[in-house]
């Protein structure tokens, strides 16, 4: 039951380079969510995704591009990185476009980012 | 922003009940009420979920407004592996799922 992995566990980047974050789930669950979460705050949505091909803006998009060519796929690009972008990355998913709203969400391990 | 408003913190001792309250006064009649926490250096995991009634499961449970303006969630034996910061959320019509600052519970043995 390998679930919802995220990939790299930790990346360290130059202000100005881009970065993708990885985030694979083995359920085929409709809905993938990308967050942020700074140091001692709560999680912000960026972008999340009811489909393959379906992404929508969340709260924080500004400066992040995702894609989701497959439905178990959704990564997080950071085009050109910034030093405010320095953040802890958790994607989630969960199930059924059906049932949408009373599926509880499933969280990755979180990826630790630092932009230098 | 979130729609939910949380205290920033709450304490416990162990091994009694804790009420961690949640208000969503703007909740429309379709949003699900979810909660989760999050353990120090883990991502969040889900608690509990309700629309209208109360609900239970080995977790804990969750105690629902009659104008579901506001819910509680409920842990009836604080242990101190139940210390971490709880999230109340609502997943709307979109499923746009946005997370406050949450409640950072502390249980003291």
């Known amino acids: 039951d390998a679930g919802i992995t995220q990939s790299p566990r930790y990346k360290i980047t130059e202000t100005g380079r881009q970065v993708t974050l990885m985030c694979h789930q083995t359920?085929?669950?409709?809905?993938m969510f990308w967050y942020r979460q700074d140091l001692g705050h709560g999680l912000r949505l960026i972008y999340y995704s009811a489909a393959a091909d379906i992404t929508d803006k969340g709260e924080v998009p500004d400066g992040y591009v995702v894609s989701r060519s497959k439905t178990e796929n959704f990564p997080l690009t950071l085009e050109s990185a910034t030093r405010s972008q320095t953040s802890v990355y958790f994607c989630?998913?969960?199930?059924?476009?059906?049932?949408?709203?009373?599926?509880?969400?499933?969280f990755g391990s979180g990826t630790q980012l630092s932009v230098l | 922003d979130a729609k939910t408003t949380q205290p920033n913190s709450m304490e416990s001792n162990e091994e009694e009940p804790v009420h961690l309250p949640c208000n969503h006064s703007t909740i429309s009649g379709t949003d699900y009420i979810h909660w989760y926490r999050q353990l120090p250096s883990q991502g969040p995991e889900y608690v509990i979920h309700g629309l209208t009634s109360n609900v239970n499961n080995r977790m804990a449970s969750l105690a629902i407004a009659e104008d579901r303006k506001s819910s509680t969630l409920i842990l009836h034996r604080a242990t101190l592996r139940d210390a971490a910061v709880y999230y109340c959320i609502l997943r709307d019509e979109n499923n746009d799922m946005r997370f406050g600052a949450g409640t950072r519970l502390t249980v003291k043995p």
């Open positions: 989630a998913s969960s199930e059924s476009i059906s049932t949408g709203r009373r599926e509880k969400l499933f």
């Open positions: 359920w085929s669950h409709s809905y």
